[in-house]
């Protein structure tokens, strides 16, 4: 059978070994380029493809035009992938009619995502094992064709597990290839309620929290052992590497030095014996050496307030905008990492609540078509730039074309000039609506087209706005040295969305209009029949891919376009009102609101303006995101509705003087409706 091999690291060189021992004829092999930074201890992919004569390819993109006529040419029938880092899209899986294979280190459906092996050892687990099963868009999900246990062993740390497990894979595939060569390979649906998805780690995520269990650290240093970047804490401003620990006797002060000779530290619960660990001049050394030549004596402390002399400052990220819905939920999410602070400038602060009183949140009430010479010193001060403001709703691209214009191309140009000016990252926010009125299934980050409507339409304004800022900043970014990332939303919901004030006069998001509706118990307006397509994303999830492009890890989310939105949750307006209104029936506050007034049609040029036009889908491809940034949404729409609806009516009942208690008292008929 004609095979194309994707593989990486030790598990795909031994995976790459026992296809070939099988029998599988394999045409051509893709790997990465391997990455110094990473050294050389693993097998090579393309060394062994080379001693066995295959040609072996290593592409930046697998799904570019040029390399899938390559692989067609190759007339391949089955695609293999064993830890190849990257997602294979539906248009490289097309070429393979015996189908897309994918073997993955874990028990499938639990821990699904990235570095399986290490996360089976930070939670501690007893057991893991591989998986080869069918690949579909979402990462890690297809159906199961064959599954192979590993024990793991009380010393097992990252390293040993990945021997195991590579062995575990080769006897695996020796079992299923004969199965698939023979079209006889089982399929086994996965059981989506048992799944779990695991994002990508980095070192920083070494650093030891002594008020944790002593053997949940224990378990975290065996997970990042060498040659993974290891554990690592602090004695005052020095960084100690961290290699081996055993659980030992002992209490005292999480961080506490109990004993120098063995190197005993007390953690939350129990205490812990740094085996084996190297200080500041490298040298692999025991726990009790180090002591002696760190001078760590009883009573001293690792970690806590040392741990900071690691972060020698701050990074200070600009928002413009930042009282809006991303603004606001972006901000507390920076905020929970002690090593960020935030500037910001918006026209209010009505949403940002107890963020204003933030030690490290600096805001000032201003526009940015005014405040310009603010706009600038702050960009020049800080590192990484958010500009948020746009006016993004269809009454105004239809009634204010020329406001939106300089708004959201002229202005934001400024900031993104000021950005190439002094070197500092931008991270643009694109919209989904740049698409137009794309007729791909999916939209794709690198590859769809953007097409917007004819030129009467004015509702497009924004779109062409936003797409040529995307192309001057990509422009600025090769020419300039621009370093930035686009990120493109798509219909985001949560609590905070907007007011119902502001659905008042059109420039609110769908759902907001339709609580707004139900609240005043006027008709639920769908216009055109809410037959528009769109796949809705919680704002927390929005939130945490965002948080991982502005994090840039390992420069993961450099130059990079993002999709943010969840493919999954595809659904029409109608469908969406269908949701709110179930959500709204349902709720304690319920008997405090009119009845429900019903659904009513309306065409689009009476809601909106005869400048308006929409497209009918808007469904991302995330591929960007799951392998960037490791990112995978999985929180429904209907989840989503439920937090948005209680969120609006919660406000609209304090601002009205009634609680969800007296509403609960009234659908129990203990109280008449309408009783505060």
Known sequence: MRTVVLAYHEIGAKALEATIRNGMEVVAVFTHRDDPKEGSWFASVAR????HGIP????????????????????????????????????????????CLNLHSALLPR?????????????????????VHHMVDKADAGDIVGQRRVE??????????????????AELLAEVLPQVKAGKAPRTPQDESKA???????????????NRPAEEIRNLVRAVAHPWPGAFTHAGARKVMVWRTRVAAGTGRPGEILSSDPLTVACGTGALEIVEGQGTDGVWATGAQLAKELNLLPRMLLGGAAAKADRTRTTKVLIL?????????????????????????????????????HPRFHFVEGDISINREWVEFHVRKCDVVLPLVAIATPIEYVRNPLRVFELDFEENLR???????????????????????CTDERFDEDASPCVTGPIHRQRWIYSTSKQLLDRVIWAYGAQRGLKFSLFRPFNWIGPRLDSLDSARIGSSRAITQLILNLVEGTPILLVDGGKQRRCFTDVDEGIEALWRVVANEGGAAEGGIFNIGNPDNEASIEELAQMVVDAFERHPLRPFYPPFAGFQVIESARYYGNGYEDV????????NAQRSLGWTPAITTRESVERTVDWFLRQHARDNGFTAEGGARALRGRAPAGTP
Request: proline share 5%; glycine share 8%.
């Open 111 to 131: 821990y699904r995502g990235r570095c399986p092996i290490n996360w089976v050892l930070v939670k501690g687990e007893a057991e893991t094992g591989v998986t």
């Open 321 to 357: 905008g930042v009282n809006g819905f991303i603004g606001s939920h972006l901000s507390e999410r920076i905020l929970k990492d002690e090593s960020y602070e935030v500037y910001g400038m918006d026209l209010h602060k009505d949403n940002l609540g107890a963020l204003v009183d």
């Open 415 to 437: 900031v993104v000039r000021d950005c190439v000016r002094y070197g500092k990252r931008l991270v643009f926010p694109s919209t989904s609506e740049v698409y137009g009125m």
């Open 56 to 99: 072996v390819f290593a592409p930046d993109r697998l799904d570019h035009p040029l390399w899938i006529e390559k692989i067609a040419a190759m007339k391949p029938e089955l695609l293999l992938s064993f830890h190849y880092r990257n997602m294979v899209g539906a248009k490289v899986r097309e070429l393979f009619p015996a189908g």
């Open 616 to 623: 009918q889908h808007r469904r991302p491809s995330i591929r």
């Open 48 to 51: 062994v493809a080379a001693e």
């Open 196 to 210: 779990t998805v695991m994002g990508r780690r980095t070192p920083e995520d070494g650093r030891i929290d002594w």
């Open 152 to 169: 793991i062993h009380a010393e097992d740390d990252a390293w040993s597990l990945t021997k195991r497990v590579a062995a575990a894979s």
